[in-house]
Structures are given as structure tokens and as C-alpha cells.
């Protein structure tokens, strides 16, 4: 019998020859990822009595939800961070600004083929997109971490999603993402490890944010395989694609099969409070108006999706009333955009730009919202009060559709806009 | 029969996000105990913390916790109060931040649909059965690694013997 990318790779690393769903394993991950969770990071680190770092080579450490600062609060856990780093030193730090952290420090090399990662952010499995092991864990874990090295882990089912057929040109990898949530649900995919085969037609950005959204299903890891567009993508941004692929065998055994129709996909939008509430965006109903739309985030916020909201704005103007905010996911992206003139495109067109970072999708800064105001965003988290006020709506969908909807005011189908021409 | 401690019940549904545990909003700000207790569940429950009774629990139904990584969630209910948290299942984040912060994370699908919100239950985690008025249900254990840590009260004592003892 066959084994699995998830019973395979963590095989390997807690050194037993054959796992099954359910073992329990400790583990020692090659990459521990962390964000402002650092700063109590390092007080528990020190709680507990621990002096040096093990293995400081893996850890990533990067201010990404309060970038920069809007509180004394948070600045004094920033400061509480930089403070532990003089004493310190780690494989790599991001101060304010620079971007989030998945994308940095997939940027930077650290997380690739074959890794191990674990993260105290829960869109850490982000990165599964590069054929990697990468689950999210608590912070207090994260503190045990840099004590010891070591974690405690089940080794999860898992399931097989199988591309087929092509998405059509107004329909994207977002949209195919909301598709899934809405086939798994909230819970379809908990602790679950969920490889998706055929899916080489994405591009690096589209499979992070096919990876990305499975957060919300509740699952622990996610697989793709590394291939010649994963190769390409290293060399451009690491300078190197050198890896030992794990990869699961054909005839491994799954908890469940799903088969999608890549061609079937159309744009999609969740509706509040859940982003498991996928819907055909035709299936909206009214017309639903808009105060903020927001193209940014670790699930929403590349190039492409940049690239994507200046065509669609190009030479147009934001609606009356309406904010469009763009939050590129890191400093390389924000300078990419820059450079093909997506930015001043952008800006032209009325949006407001905000530093590398979350953004306002965590509802700390940079575009919160009021009680009763309505945000289409291309992020995936649109829980109640998630943004702001708990009498705001979040709807989640493609940056095609963000940045249509941004144009006319209210959540709009791109295909309706691709019409006008 | 010996007296049983009881505490009351307060029930959730299904699918309760962490935002809804602990709104992101206070998330980076002051993390004082008195704090966290203060915004628990405030976008469903505002008053939980005036409500609660120290030791009452939580009784949730399917994957309690999902969302955001935000160990919040956890410590916001156990400085409320919350003696203990039963459910039908949990977000795999949030049951290892439980875990994490000495929380035994109970999955018990029976004793859930069979209580109401404000029911006296007796929990013996010893022995791992619940008492809803003549009933008893049991639940499973968490295992040699993860029981030692819920019995040194948490990962930083349970790390903290372990450095202590290198």
C-alpha cells in the first residue's frame, strides 16, 4: 500500500520507517515561522528557563499584523521583539513594513520542497503550495520550540483533490478555492492533510491561494508537487531550486476523492460570516453596495492579483463614496508592481496604498470598518467583526471581482465588466 | 452517593470562530488577565464574564475554536473563568492551545446533545465521565505525551520540569 505526502515526510523526519493516520510523533520542523506572536514567544522562552536557541538558523521572524505600529501597546511588543533579537540572532528577521510572513520567507529560501514548517499564524499552510509539510500550531508551542527543537504531532489523514479540464478566463484559482470551501465546509478538511494532484495550470501565486483558503476547512497541512513552475519561481526569487522532493505514492490511501472541473468554476464570492459561504456570485441577488474594497493579504495580495486590479481599473476612477485599498504582500512584490507601472495605475484610479503587510484584514489598522459598512475583499476571512465593527459585512472573492465592484460600487461579476469590453 | 461538584452549563453551536472568542481588535493590545476576560465571546455574549461562574463550562458543537491561531481564544475563557470546555469537536489549532494553557479539551458528541444551556453537570476528568443529571457519559483520555502535559498544567510547566531536570 501506497503512502501518503503527509505519512511520507513526517516518516522521514521523526525517523520511524512507516506511519499511519492517527501514530503520534515528535517532530523537529526545519522551519518555525512566527509573527508579532514572537514577542510573547520570547518571554515563555525565557519563563521556561531556556538560554540558547538549538537550531536559530530556522527561525523566521516577521511584524506583519501591526505593520508599523498604531498603539504604544503594540510598538512595546515590537520593541519587546528587537530587544530579544539583540541577544539573539536568528535565520531571518523582518521588521515593519517589509511584508507577511509566509511570503517572506518563502521569498528568502527558508521554506521550499520537502520542508518541514510550523507556524503560529493559522495561514502558515500557505506554503504547502511548494510541495512542503506546513501546519500552524499555538504560540505557547512555538516558545517550546525554540527550547527544545521539538514538537509533538499526529500524523493526519488525508484527502486528494484532482484538477481537470480549464478554468475559464473570467473564473481564477480564488474563485476555485471558494468552490472547494463551499464542497468541504468549515470543518470538510479538519486535520487533514489535502494534496492536490493536476494542478501544474496554476502559477505559484494561484496555488498559494489554493492552499491558503483550506485554512478555513480546518485543515492541517496541504500538498502540492513541486514542478517546472515551482523550479522557476525559486531560481527568479532564492537563486537556486535545489530540494529533495518528497511525493505521495499513486497508490496511496485517502479519507476522501474530490474531482473539479476546473472548466464548471465561475467567479465566486462567500457571503457573511463564514468563508465556507461560497456562492455563484449570479446567486447574490440584489445588488449589494460597497463602502471598501481591498485587494491585499497572505491570501490575495500578490502580483498577480496587482496586476489583475490595475487591468481592470486601468484608466477608470473608484466609485463616489468608495474606498479601494491595495496591500501588496511584500516589499519585492510592492517593487514588481512598481516597476510595470501597476502601481501608478492604481493610484490614478483613485486606490489607496498601504505598507507590505495584513492590512486591515485583521481589523487592527489601515482600513477598519464602521458599524453597518460592507467590504469586498480578496483575503478569505470574513468572520463577524473580523474587520472592525461587529455590525460590518465581509464578502471574500476573486481581486478581479474586488476591483470591478470597486468601479461600479457595489459587489460586481467580472464577467458583466469583460462584456462592456 | 458522594456530593458531585456541579457547574452550569453554557452553550455554544457550531462552527464558533476564534474573532468570536476574541475579536481581533484587542488582540494586540493590553494582555493583562483582567483584559482577556473582559472581551471573551463579546460579539455573541457581551456580559459572558459577568455572567459566568469561575468553573462553569463551555459545551460546544462541532470544531469549536476554527479561524485564526489566536491563543487568546483559550487564555480569554480560562481568566473568565471557564472551568473546562466540552465539545463535539475542535479546530486543531485551538485544542492544542487548550492543551498548551493546561486546558483539557474534552470530545464528548453525547453529553453535548444532551445538555442545555444552564444545566448543573459534574465533569470527573480523573475518570473521564460526565454526569448529566442521572446519565453518565465517557470520554477518552489524551494519551501518554499530551496527558503529561495537561497534568503539569500546561506546556511552560511541563517544559519547565524538563529544563529543570537537564
Redesign the interface.
Known amino acids: 500500500m501506497g503512502k501518503t505526502f503527509a505519512e511520507k515526510i513526517l516518516a522521514k523526519n521523526s525517523g520511524k520507517p512507516d506511519v499511519k493516520p492517527g501514530d503520534f510523533l515528535m517532530i523537529r520542523p526545519d522551519v518555525l515561522l512566527t509573527d508579532e506572536a514572537s514577542a510573547r514567544v520570547s518571554e515563555i522562552f525565557q519563563e521556561i528557563g531556556a538560554k540558547e536557541l538549538p537550531c536559530p538558523e530556522n527561525i523566521g521572524i516577521v511584524l506583519d499584523h501591526c505593520s508599523p505600529a498604531c498603539s504604544q501597546t503594540q510598538a512595546t511588543s515590537h520593541d519587546t521583539v528587537r530587544k530579544f533579537l539583540h541577544n539573539h540572532k536568528v535565520g531571518a528577521f523582518f521588521d515593519v513594513g517589509m511584508g507577511i510572513s509566509h511570503q517572506l520567507l518563502a521569498e528568502n529560501g527558508m521554506i521550499g520542497p520537502g520542508k518541514i514548517v510550523v507556524g503560529s499564524d493559522s495561514h502558515t499552510i500557505t506554503n504547502s503550495a511548494f510541495g512542503a509539510f506546513c501546519a500552524g500550531i499555538s504560540r505557547t508551542e512555538m516558545a517550546g520550540l525554540y527550547a527544545t527543537g521539538e514538537i509533538w504531532m499526529m500524523v493526519p489523514g488525508s484527502i486528494r483533490i484532482n484538477f481537470s479540464g480549464k478554468l475559464p478566463d473570467y473564473a481564477s484559482a480564488k474563485d476555485v478555492a471558494l468552490c472547494i470551501l463551499g464542497i468541504l465546509g468549515e470543518a470538510g478538511a479538519t486535520y487533514k492533510s489535502v494534496e492536490y494532484h493536476n494542478a501544474g495550470c496554476f502559477s505559484m501565486d494561484e496555488r498559494r491561494i489554493l492552499c491558503n483558503a483550506l485554512a478555513e476547512a480546518g485543515a492541517k497541512s496541504a500538498f502540492i508537487a513541486p514542478d517546472a513552475v515551482t523550479d522557476a519561481w525559486l531560481k527568479q526569487y532564492t537563486g537556486k531550486a535545489d530540494y529533495s522532493a518528497i511525493l505521495p505514492d499513486e497508490d496511496a490511501c485517502y479519507d476522501r476523492v474530490i474531482e473539479l472541473d476546473l472548466s464548471l468554476v465561475t467567479p465566486e464570492v462567500a457571503v457573511p460570516h463564514s468563508p465556507a459561504n461560497a456562492v455563484p456570485i449570479e446567486d447574490l441577488g440584489e445588488k449589494i453596495p460597497v463602502n471598501q474594497c481591498f485587494v491585499g493579504t497572505c491570501t490575495g495580495g500578490r502580483l498577480s492579483d496587482i496586476a489583475t486590479a490595475a487591468r481592470v481599473m486601468q484608466g477608470k476612477h473608484v466609485a463616489p463614496f468608495v474606498r479601494m485599498i491595495i496591500g501588496p504582500v511584500s516589499k519585492n512584490v510592492l517593487e514588481e508592481a512598481m516597476e510595470l507601472g501597476y502601481i501608478k495605475t492604481l493610484l490614478d484610479a483613485g486606490a489607496v496604498l498601504i505598507p507590505p503587510g495584513c492590512g486591515p484584514c485583521a481589523g487592527v489598522h489601515q482600513g477598519v470598518l464602521a458599524p453597518g459598512e460592507v467590504c469586498v475583499s480578496s483575503g478569505i476571512r470574513n468572520y463577524k467583526g473580523r474587520m472592525g465593527s461587529v455590525d460590518a459585512k465581509i464578502y471574500v472573492a476573486s481581486a478581479e471581482t474586488v476591483a470591478c465592484s470597486a468601479l461600479t460600487g457595489y459587489i460586481t461579476d467580472p464577467r458583466e465588466l469583460r462584456k462592456e469590453g | 452517593m458522594e456530593q458531585k461538584h456541579l457547574v452550569t452549563v453554557w452553550k455554544l453551536g457550531n462552527?464558533i470562530?476564534t474573532?468570536?472568542l476574541y475579536?481581533?481588535?484587542y488582540?494586540?493590545?493590553?494582555?493583562e488577565p483582567a483584559v482577556l476576560a473582559s472581551h471573551v465571546l463579546?460579539?455573541?455574549y457581551p456580559d459572558f464574564q459577568r455572567m459566568i461562574t469561575p468553573g462553569d463550562f463551555v459545551v460546544a458543537g462541532?470544531?469549536f475554536g476554527?479561524?485564526?491561531?489566536r491563543?487568546q481564544a483559550v487564555t480569554a475563557l480560562k481568566y473568565a473563568g471557564c472551568g473546562g470546555i466540552i465539545a463535539k469537536?475542535y479546530?486543531?489549532?485551538f485544542f492544542?492551545?487548550c492543551i498548551?494553557?493546561g486546558i483539557s479539551a474534552i470530545v464528548c458528541p453525547e453529553a453535548v446533545d444532551a445538555v442545555e444551556e444552564g444545566d448543573k453537570i459534574c465533569v470527573d476528568g480523573e475518570n473521564g465521565k460526565i454526569y448529566v443529571g442521572d446519565q453518565v457519559y465517557t470520554f477518552s483520555g489524551f494519551?501518554d505525551?499530551?496527558g503529561s502535559i495537561l497534568k503539569s498544567g500546561?506546556?511552560?510547566p511541563f517544559?519547565?520540569k524538563?529544563?529543570?531536570n537537564c
Open positions: 462552527n470562530n474573532d468570536l475579536p481581533s481588535k488582540l494586540y493590545e493590553s494582555q463579546e460579539p455573541i462541532e470544531n476554527c479561524g485564526s491561531s491563543e469537536s479546530s486543531r489549532i492544542r492551545n498548551a494553557h494519551g505525551y499530551v500546561g506546556l511552560i517544559l519547565h524538563r529544563m529543570k
